[in-house]
């Protein structure tokens, strides 16, 4: 039978319960059981896709198109398993599901409550889950802190899900605050104690405790800890702040975890292979070697924007070998003046995917800036429109060149609306959203990244590539070198006499692992390094010269 670990937190939001639930599946896929992740997020919004990242950070895309909580992008990252729409659940698809079924009639005329038709909505998605595959263990995240009222239904369906599949298929992990106050010079357990107190109020125990602390504290604490919220010692662990998150895993190892899950839910004692984390983070220690990379955004203040994007940068660094500095530009303070001050000592460009006109015309600087001075590129969506409206603009002499995103009346429309788009009036889900596969000009640097002329990968964008242009742009040096398979869109652009200046209209980013980078950004970061080398070469050859 499937074993459930529901994990939820209290006190403050942003604890790392994505973090902590992604680790706990990597070190059980390590052991060699079958893991899925499941996020329940209580907002009543159906998915992020039409939320600002001022308010929910980026909004990550699966291969069957759902618009899902950047905690996937964590638990695919962690354990490389694909997700889907069935492990991202909001009270939003919730109560619209059981509205529509009350519509239908299915309820037969019965009064709908929160209890048991919405908690029963709720664990059914939770089965659901686990009907698709026979997995070993599905571990659901409950967003949120303990206390916020609308995530009650969702602690309530926790609650009975025992009495359905039997306490000893089920264990409760409760994520708590356990702060340093420097002025007192103390751990202090208050917190953890009444976050444990208003969740047993629920009628749920915890059967584990990970306690996020930025200084580590000693057994008086943990078993302090561990009689006031009735958990035995060695049930309580410390989730300490490390200096990279793909140090968790290991810490969590290092403290017998996995262990104390495998032996409370009565699991099969299987053998351990945890090299390939321990390489990876031994590769990661080991490089001494920078390069700086500037991501050029208008969202680049806030953590989780670009949280894949970060992510995969890092990979991209750790599979060359090379630390990687990122600078965050903001784009609105880009100006013709000042572009070659804020980039001149970086090695690679990277503008990101978005919407909306505020901010574009530093982008686009920024791309002539990197097209020019033969500094890597990489656009990504949004990023791959932006060069292609810096190159119609400035090389191909088409003056006022834009998208019509921006401006509907521009004389020359390099970017436009997908035609499957004109006539949709709704937002929520109805861009083209997930996996479809690209076919790749042989003689491009996409293909040789990829080595292969073919690929599948996860799409989120309403315009396009103006096939009006093509002609134009491949007569001027602009290579299209990416297309559906049909020839109909645009998705990949490439400057010809450039050793790498590629856009794609895709996002690449939701694809890499840190064990494997993902093609297109571990070549990026690789051209990155060799401009570095390159630049030290020169100035080295100057020295010489000077001396």
């Known amino acids: ?47 992020p896709g039409t939320m600002s990242p001022f308010q929910h950070g980026e909004v990550y895309v699966t291969d069957d198109g759902a618009e899902t909580d950047l905690d996937l992008g964590h638990y695919e990252r962690f354990t490389g398993v694909s997700m889907s729409q069935a492990n991202n659940v909001t009270t939003g698809s919730v109560y619209s599901s059981v509205i529509n079924k009350e519509r239908r009639g299915d ?49 309530e369906a926790l609650r009975q ?12 992990i409760h994520l708590v605050l356990v702060p340093y106050i ?15 107190k208003a969740l047993r109020e629920i009628g749920i125990q915890p059967d584990i405790l990970i306690c996020r602390t930025e200084k580590p504290y000693d057994d008086s604490i943990r078993s302090k800890i561990a009689m006031f919220c009735n958990v035995e010692p060695e049930a309580v662990f410390q989730g300490v702040d ?7 895993p290991l810490l969590f190892r290092e403290q017998r975890l996995d262990e104390v899950i495998i032996r409370k839910l009565k699991m099969p004692r299987q053998p351990a292979n945890f090299s390939h984390w321990e390489k990876l983070i031994q590769r990661i220690k080991a490089a001494t070697q920078d ?13 989780d924007a670009y949280k894949s994007i970060y992510e995969a940068i890092r990979h991209g660094g750790i599979e060359n070998d090379v630390r990687v500095e990122i600078e965050r530009i903001d784009s609105e303070h880009l100006e013709t003046g ?75 429309p390099i970017i436009d609306l997908l035609a499957t788009q004109k006539m949709i009036t709704g937002m929520g889900g109805t861009m083209r959203l997930g996996g479809y596969t690209c076919r790749m000009h042989p003689d491009s640097n996409a293909a040789r990244a990829y080595g292969s002329e073919q690929v599948t990968e996860r799409h989120r964008h309403r315009y ?66 060799r401009q570095r080398l390159g630049e030290a070469a020169a100035t080295r050859r100057e020295q010489q010269a000077v001396g």
Request: hydrophobic letters at 40%; aromatic letters at 10%.
């Open 1 to 47: 039978m499937t074993k459930f670990i529901f994990a939820t937190g209290g006190v403050v939001s942003s604890l790392g319960k994505g973090i902590a639930s992604s680790a706990i599946a990597c070190l059980l896929d390590a052991h060699g059981f079958k893991v899925t992740l499941q996020k329940f997020d209580p907002y009543l919004n159906v998915d």
């Open 107 to 155: 309820y037969l005329g019965a009064t709908v409550q929160i209890i048991p038709h919405i908690t029963d909505e709720i664990k059914s998605r939770i089965f659901r889950l686990a009907d698709r595959s026979p997995y070993d263990v599905i571990i659901a995240e409950i967003g949120g802190t303990v206390g916020d009222i609308e995530s009650l239904p969702f602690l």
């Open 161 to 172: 899900f025992p009495y359905d599949i039997g306490r000893e298929n089920c264990l409760f």
């Open 182 to 196: 420097k002025a007192a010079g103390e751990v202090k357990t208050k917190p953890a104690q009444h976050s444990v």
């Open 242 to 248: 490390m200096p990279d998150i793909y140090e968790i």
């Open 291 to 303: 390069v700086k990379i500037a991501v050029v955004g208008k969202y680049i203040h806030l953590q």
């Open 338 to 412: 000042n572009v070659g001050e804020i980039l001149g000592g970086v090695d690679g460009v990277l503008i990101p995917g978005g919407f909306g006109q505020r901010g574009i015309e530093g982008k686009i600087l920024a791309a002539q800036f990197a097209r020019e001075r033969k500094i890597p590129y990489f656009g990504i969506c949004l990023g791959m429109q932006i060069a292609a409206i810096e190159f119609a603009r400035n090389v191909c002499g088409l003056e006022g060149a834009n998208s019509t995103e921006f401006d509907e009346t521009t004389p020359h």
């Open 464 to 529: 396009e590539f103006n096939n009006k242009y093509r002609n134009i742009f491949e007569e001027r040096g602009m290579r299209i070198a990416g297309t559906t398979l049909d020839n109909k869109l645009v998705e990949i652009v490439e400057a010809v006499d450039h050793p790498w200046y590629l856009g794609c209209q895709f996002h690449p980013e939701f694809r890499s692992r840190p064990v494997k980078a993902h093609p297109l950004f571990r070549e990026f970061i690789a051209q990155a390094k």
